[in-house]
């Protein structure tokens, strides 16, 4: 097969699991009208595994779809970003650090990191825009929640998705 084509479909793949993950177990966080949710795990690892670019567009789509289905309007395009930021410094981190399995596992808790201070801090910067500074803090408690559960969740996911001989072959090419 096609290596783009490949590519363009496991990017299309993750996306449509950043979207699914996302909306599928949401527990709703009081007083932000928000919900935490493990998309962010498929996040860090879209990333990890398809690359920094790649990872950036199936990260920031999955995660922006989500929003735009959920009825999240007004958080598209912040989502989009934050978690294509994410996505792409994950994978940016495991092409730089990953060079060991170790190495790799580092890595993919590195990502989940970069997921909970950008999370946080990405969410809490434009909602100080939308609801004032005391308003937009409020979410920071949840935001970082999530980020943690993202954390977990990669590092759980991740030797699972790197024994399937596809999805390791991909992660490795990519990052060579």
């Avoid at 950036?56 to 995660?63: D, E, F, R, T, W």
């Avoid at 943690?148 to 996911?157: E, N, P, T």
């Amino acid at each position: 097969m096609n290596t783009n084509l490949k590519k363009i479909i496991m990017t299309a793949l993750f996306a449509a699991l950043a979207c699914v993950a996302t909306m599928s177990i949401r527990i709703p966080t009081p007083g932000t009208n928000g919900y935490i949710h493990p998309g962010d795990a498929v996040v860090i690892l879209s990333g990890v595994i398809l690359g920094p670019v790649w990872g950036m567009v199936a990260g920031g789509i999955g995660s922006a779809l989500a929003d735009l289905i959920g009825g999240y309007f007004i958080y598209v395009p912040i989502t989009l970003v934050i978690k294509g930021l994410i996505a792409l410094i994950a994978g940016v981190i495991y092409q730089r650090i990953g060079k060991t399995s170790k190495s790799r596992y580092t890595a993919v808790i590195l990502g989940g990191v970069t997921d909970i201070i950008l999370v946080a801090g990405g969410y809490f910067l434009c909602e100080s825009f939308m609801y004032g500074v005391s308003g937009a803090a409020a979410s920071i408690p949840a935001n970082i929640i999530q980020g943690v559960g993202g954390l977990i969740i990669a590092c759980i996911l991740y030797p699972a998705l790197i024994s399937i001989p596809d999805i390791r072959r991909t992660a490795y090419e990519v990052h060579q």
